[in-house]
């Protein structure tokens, strides 16, 4: 088992720059292949962006290609997500998650494993 806790959220104006990150606990985060979610209000979860458990193969959702980028540092045990050009549509709650799969999908129900989430509040 695998506790995440995320953090790095803030208010930032439109154009700018965050960095989360995602420290893992308990199991070794290489175990998991890992992923960022976020969730506006009145809307559903939806994936970010997704890296393998050696962190050679990362995923982007549309919305947030050649912005967002993700990494992991596995000695660390902490994952990350820097986001540059930040939009008022990335406004959510940030939620980091676990898969013990190795090449889970898009849909939260395959992590198993997931943080608090960390605010993230993009001005216009």
């Known amino acids: 088992q695998v506790r995440l806790v995320e953090s790095g959220g803030g208010l930032v104006q439109a154009g700018g720059s965050l960095r989360l990150s995602c420290a893992a606990s308990?199991?070794?985060?290489?175990?998991?292949?890992m992923a960022w979610f976020r969730q506006a209000p009145g809307n559903e979860r939806e994936f970010v962006s997704r890296?393998?458990?050696?962190?050679?193969?990362?995923y982007y959702a549309d919305s947030v290609k050649g912005r967002f980028t993700i990494s992991r540092d596995n000695a660390k045990n902490t994952v990350y997500l820097q986001m540059n050009s930040l939009k008022p549509e990335d406004t959510a709650v940030y939620y980091c998650?676990?898969?013990?799969?190795?090449?889970?999908?898009?849909?939260?129900?395959?992590?198993?494993?997931w943080g608090r989430g960390t605010q993230v509040t993009v001005s216009s």
């Open positions: 890296i393998s458990r050696s962190g050679g193969s990362l």
């Open positions: 998650a676990a898969s013990t799969l190795a090449a889970p999908r898009q849909t939260d129900h395959e992590y198993a494993y």
């Open positions: 308990g199991r070794s985060s290489s175990t998991y292949a």
